[in-house]
Antibody
Framework: QAHLEQSEAEVKNPGASVTVSCKAS????????IHWVRQAPGQGLEWMGR????????QSAQKFQGRVTMTRDTSVNTVYFGLHGVTSDDTAVYYC??????????????WGQGTLVVVSS | SYVLTQPPSVSVAPGKTAKITCGGS??????VHWYQQKAGQAPLLVIY???DRPSGIPERFSGSNSGNTATLTISRVEAGDEADFYC???????????FGGGTKLTVL
């Protein structure tokens, strides 16, 4: 059964960097995009970017360009999401989610459980 | 960037029909997907490709998409349907995935 398992919650000081991992199982890791979506407390869903695990290429939303890095390790079927220079506005639950490589099939059919990131001094 | 507009809230009595709209410029030319998010949980895909249901989603959930508005319809609403609902598209111009602001469905 396909599953995405995310890393545990993080607490960071302002200005620091945070890394969240997303480990895939139960399907062929290199056949689907992994996206990152965040949700600030009491707010809606916000798409942040995606990575293509078969080649490692990534794209981030314009709002986050320069602050986000996404990498993958195909030996352990894991994607890593990094957010740099965090502020209190980055306090949120961060989700990884899967979609097909075809943009005709641009829906997210599998989600991780979410990772809470708290930025506080 | 492409913008999707949803009403902040919709209320419906049990057994009635709820309609949640998602507005966007020429959204009828795009493929719209819908997610249900219950408190403290990750989102769950309930409608994809405008009106297809994933396995396990009740037939009470349906979708439509035309012109500048996509609609999620929930028939015979149950108390367990209470949740936040989000529409989502892929924007070909920016190559970005976009969510609507979300609608809180309250079952009276």
């Amino acid at each position: 059964q396909a599953h995405l398992e995310q890393s545990e919650a993080e607490v960071k000081n302002p200005g620091a960097s945070v890394t969240v991992s997303c480990k895939a199982s139960g399907y062929t890791f290199t056949d689907y995009y992994i996206h990152w979506v965040r949700q600030a407390p009491g707010q809606g869903l916000e798409w942040m970017g995606r990575i293509k695990p078969n080649i490692g290429g990534s794209q981030s939303a314009q709002k986050f360009q320069g602050r986000v890095t996404m990498t993958r390790d195909t030996s352990v079927n894991t994607v890593y999401f990094g957010l740099h220079g965090v502020t209190s506005d980055d306090t949120a639950v961060y989700y990884c989610a899967r979609s097909d490589y075809s943009v005709v099939k641009s829906w997210f059919d599998l989600w991780g459980q979410g990772t809470l990131v708290v930025v506080s001094s | 960037s492409y913008v999707l507009t949803q009403p902040p809230s919709v209320s419906v009595a049990p057994g009635k029909t709820a309609k949640i709209t998602c507005g966007g410029s020429d959204i009828g030319t795009k493929s719209v997907h819908w997610y249900q998010q219950k408190a403290g949980q990750a989102p769950l895909l309930v409608i994809y490709y405008n009106n297809d249901r994933p396995s396990g989603i009740p037939e009470r959930f349906s979708g439509s998409n035309s012109g500048n508005t996509a609609t999620l319809t929930i028939s015979r609403v149950e108390a367990g349907d209470e949740a936040d609902f989000y529409c989502q598209v892929w924007d070909n111009r920016s190559d970005h995935w976009v969510f609507g602001g979300g609608t809180k469905l309250t079952v009276l």
